[in-house]
């Protein structure tokens, strides 16, 4: 089995940033929607990133921001992914080639149809989360991963994720696994417990 990537999203202070790479994160996401309850400010985010080793990629999640306010975080936190997490348009996603970093798009999943509009999008990754229409991600709640089928594009799974059921989701086959809501004690705050937990049961799977 292919080394899963592992993505800790919703970071919000030094503490949980620096455990999740002592535990094995390979990426850290840090969210700059305001109505999230797990906004950062870019400012906030670089004082964060700032301490982190060089090898952690770091993640932006925007939902419909314009290209001035990605192309402002980028220089302010030094990010090396964007993920567009809103109702973005693969046009809108072309648009990004010029930046800096690599880009995601997150899918909103309610059946098969959903992935196979995934590859409308010219990304360097597809992060496929369970829909909420009233909310972008971090629902904790997942859809029918059986739906899953082979695709030429670089796969996040999201949504609902959580110790309990991330070696399913590892082998479902994707690119990586994306675990927000699944491992906090509240919103914004990881539960070190529960990400140790998680890590303890995927290890044996990354290689």
């Given at each position: 089995?292919?080394?899963?990537?592992?993505?800790?999203?919703g970071?919000?202070?030094?503490?949980d940033?620096?455990?999740?790479?002592?535990?094995?994160?390979?990426?850290?996401?840090?969210?700059?929607?305001?109505e999230?309850?797990?906004?950062?400010?870019?400012?906030?985010?670089?004082?964060?990133?700032?301490?982190?080793?060089?090898?952690?990629?770091?993640?932006?999640?925007?939902?419909?921001?314009?290209?001035?306010?990605?192309?402002e975080?980028?220089?302010?936190?030094?990010?090396?992914?964007?993920?567009l997490?809103?109702?973005?348009?693969?046009?809108f996603?072309?648009?990004?080639f010029?930046?800096?970093?690599?880009?995601?798009?997150?899918?909103?999943?309610?059946?098969?149809?959903?992935?196979?509009?995934?590859?409308?999008f010219?990304?360097?990754?597809?992060?496929?989360?369970?829909?909420?229409?009233?909310?972008?991600?971090?629902?904790?709640?997942?859809?029918?991963?059986?739906?899953?089928?082979?695709?030429?594009?670089?796969?996040?799974?999201?949504?609902?994720?959580?110790?309990?059921?991330?070696?399913?989701?590892?082998?479902?086959?994707?690119?990586?696994?994306?675990?927000?809501?699944g491992?906090?004690?509240?919103p914004?705050?990881k539960?070190?417990?529960?990400?140790?937990?998680?890590?303890?049961?995927?290890?044996?799977?990354?290689?």
């Amino acid at each position: 089995m292919p080394d899963v990537k592992v993505k800790i999203c919703g970071i919000t202070d030094y503490e949980d940033a620096s455990a999740a790479v002592e535990m094995g994160a390979d990426m850290l996401g840090f969210n700059f929607y305001p109505e999230s309850p797990r906004y950062v400010t870019p400012q906030q985010a670089a004082g964060i990133i700032d301490r982190l080793p060089a090898f952690v990629d770091v993640v932006g999640v925007f939902v419909n921001a314009p290209v001035s306010d990605i192309q402002e975080t980028i220089n302010t936190c030094q990010i090396n992914w964007i993920q567009l997490h809103g109702d973005e348009k693969p046009e809108f996603c072309r648009s990004l080639f010029t930046l800096d970093a690599r880009t995601i798009k997150a899918i909103r999943v309610k059946t098969r149809q959903d992935i196979k509009e995934a590859e409308d999008f010219s990304t360097d990754a597809i992060l496929l989360d369970a829909f909420e229409p009233a909310q972008y991600g971090g629902t904790g709640r997942s859809f029918d991963w059986n739906i899953l089928a082979d695709m030429n594009e670089n796969i996040f799974l999201a949504g609902g994720i959580n110790p309990q059921n991330a070696e399913r989701a590892v082998k479902t086959g994707v690119y990586g696994i994306d675990i927000c809501s699944g491992i906090e004690s509240q919103p914004g705050k990881k539960d070190h417990n529960k990400m140790k937990q998680l890590f303890d049961n995927i290890r044996y799977l990354r290689g």
